[in-house]
């Protein structure tokens, strides 16, 4: 399966946007789908959505629903995502996860990536 | 989404067995194989150990193992290790394709 490598730590000011990067070394990239799932500190790991990477179809939970952007790019290898309006809530470690079609819930995870987010 | 239900923390001593449920509904658990289940260790990423309810990946021990009944799966980790000590979440599908996670549960070897 693939090795996904991330992008490094950000830090941001509440109402800023950040944009996260998520890179496949392997070639099962255009046949995956990417998951980005978010740790708050001490906190249970939170699905927020995913792209296609074949396809560029996307689908979120409804809680992040207009506030996260996710897309691909596919010469790159690369799944991208983008949350605006950050608040102080969204502090936390970032993680993307691919799933390959056909392989059922067989996820890689990449290493994660920290956003915070303060004044 | 609610999140599936895990117990908060499980202790073992070291070579017993001990049991973590996962309990959704006819949605998500209860609703098709794609169950796994994450072990954590602090400051780590999650690292994958069951899919498709009880299949492992490569390398994954198979003091691992997973099954599910119904609503709720389970995980059951056999010959307990102090290595064993992390968090544990399962996840599931959902039948709008979906992904809902576990509240975590703590393992203690004791």
């Known amino acids: 399966q693939d090795q996904l490598v991330q992008s490094g730590a950000e830090m941001k000011r509440p109402g800023a946007s950040v944009k996260i990067s998520c890179k496949a070394s392997?070639?099962?990239?255009?046949?995956?789908?990417v998951h980005w799932v978010r740790q708050a500190p001490g906190q249970r790991l939170e699905w927020m959505g995913w792209i296609n990477a074949g396809n560029g179809n996307t689908k979120f939970s409804q809680k992040f629903q207009g506030r996260v952007i996710l897309t691909r790019d596919t010469s790159a290898k690369t799944a991208h995502m983008e949350v605006s309006s950050l608040r102080s809530e969204d502090t936390a470690v970032y993680y993307c996860?691919?799933?390959?079609f056909g392989s059922g819930s067989y996820w890689d995870w990449g290493q994660g990536t920290l956003v915070a987010v303060s004044s | 989404q609610s999140a599936l239900t895990q117990p908060a923390s499980v202790s073992g001593s070291p070579g017993q067995s001990i049991t973590i449920s996962c309990t959704g509904t006819g949605d998500d658990v209860g609703g098709d194989q794609f169950v796994s289940w994450n072990q954590q260790r602090p400051g780590e990423a999650p690292k994958l150990i069951i899919y498709?309810?009880?299949n492992r990946p490569s390398g994954v021990s198979n003091r691992f193992s997973g099954s599910k009944s119904g609503n709720t799966a389970s995980l059951t980790i056999s010959g307990l290790r102090t290595e064993d000590e992390a968090d544990y979440y399962c996840s599931s599908y959902t039948g709008n394709n979906h992904v809902v996670f576990g509240t975590g549960t703590t393992v203690h070897v004791l």
């Open positions: 498709d309810v009880n």
């Open positions: 392997g070639n099962n990239f255009f046949k995956s789908a």
């Open positions: 996860a691919a799933a390959y």
